[in-house]
């Protein structure tokens, strides 16, 4: 399952790792000191409060399991995100912890995912254009806060609702039915729209719609980008 084992002797804090435990930070199996202190002096500085934490909580049988998300140093000195799970499997007759078995799990590409939709989800909150997200019918899912305060919707008014509150009227149905055959073929609109805001004036938008498809190319929801030219267009 190309999963790290540990396997922790608690009375003298000899660990046996396996070789997977090893390659997962870069490192040959007879590099790896079979110590506490191997895994001990890799975990980040920041975040080894927390870990010890969690350990220390179920050593005290206040959790079923250990269960933590950590970085560790690798060979190269790069920080690598590790999901560590253990239980203790032994207690003396005092109730006192004698050894302990778990897994390390590599999931750093999961970590480094998050890291960067969470940068992305910054990035288009603090926008000044307006954007939202509507699925393949029509309907709304997501606003920015700038889509609320151009357009006057607010994110409980808009999301859910179709994307016809923002027509204006200025526009024939053909004018929709190319927008949707457009997009719905995989390919982006793009065109300077008048629309109408909650309380009914006019704005204009140079706005982009674009298609989020799968692996196959199918749209399953559209985003749309647009900038506020009413102003502009008044001068």
Same mark, same amino acid.
């Given at each position: 399952?190309?999963?790290?084992?540990?396997?922790?002797?608690?009375?003298?804090?000899?660990?046996?790792?396996?070789?997977?435990?090893? !390659?997962?930070?870069?490192?040959?199996?007879? =590099?790896?000191?079979?110590?506490?202190?191997?895994?001990?002096?890799?975990?980040?500085?920041?975040?080894?409060?927390?870990?010890?934490?969690?350990?220390?909580?179920?050593?005290?049988?206040?959790?079923?399991?250990?269960?933590?998300?950590?970085?560790?140093?690798?060979?190269?000195?790069?920080?690598?995100?590790?999901?560590?799970?253990?239980?203790?499997?032994?207690?003396?007759?005092?109730?006192?912890?004698?050894?302990?078995?778990?897994?390390?799990?590599?999931?750093?590409?999961?970590?480094?995912? =998050?890291?960067?939709?969470?940068?992305?989800?910054?990035?288009?909150?603090?926008?000044?254009?307006?954007?939202?997200?509507?699925?393949?019918?029509?309907?709304? =899912?997501?606003?920015?806060?700038?889509?609320?305060?151009?357009?006057?919707?607010?994110?409980?008014?808009?999301?859910?609702?179709?994307?016809?509150?923002?027509?204006?009227?200025?526009?024939?149905?053909?004018?929709?039915?190319?927008?949707?055959?457009?997009?719905?073929?995989?390919? !982006?609109?793009?065109?300077?729209?008048?629309?109408?805001?909650?309380?009914?004036?006019?704005?204009?938008?140079?706005?982009?719609?674009?298609?989020?498809?799968?692996?196959?190319?199918?749209?399953?929801?559209?985003?749309?980008?647009?900038?506020?030219?009413?102003? !502009?267009?008044?001068?």
């Amino acid at each position: 399952a190309d999963l790290g084992v540990w396997d922790w002797d608690m009375t003298t804090d000899e660990v046996a790792f396996n070789e997977e435990w090893a !390659q997962m930070l870069g490192y040959s199996l007879d =590099e790896i000191e079979p110590h506490l202190d191997a895994w001990e002096k890799r975990v980040h500085p920041d975040d080894i409060d927390d870990v010890e934490a969690a350990l220390d909580a179920h050593i005290a049988d206040e959790t079923d399991y250990y269960d933590t998300e950590h970085r560790m140093r690798t060979a190269d000195g790069d920080w690598k995100w590790i999901r560590d799970v253990g239980k203790i499997f032994e207690r003396d007759a005092d109730g006192e912890p004698v050894r302990a078995v778990g897994i390390h799990i590599d999931i750093d590409e999961r970590k480094q995912r =998050e890291r960067k939709l969470r940068q992305f989800r910054k990035a288009v909150e603090q926008t000044a254009h307006v954007v939202y997200i509507t699925d393949t019918d029509g309907t709304i =899912e997501y606003v920015n806060p700038a889509f609320e305060e151009i357009t006057g919707f607010s994110e409980a008014g808009a999301v859910g609702q179709d994307r016809s509150i923002l027509k204006s009227g200025e526009y024939g149905e053909e004018y929709y039915e190319e927008l949707w055959e457009t997009i719905l073929s995989g390919e !982006q609109w793009a065109d300077e729209m008048l629309e109408e805001r909650a309380d009914g004036e006019e704005i204009v938008f140079n706005q982009t719609i674009s298609p989020i498809t799968d692996e196959d190319g199918q749209p399953q929801k559209f985003v749309a980008v647009g900038q506020d030219t009413t102003q !502009q267009k008044e001068y």
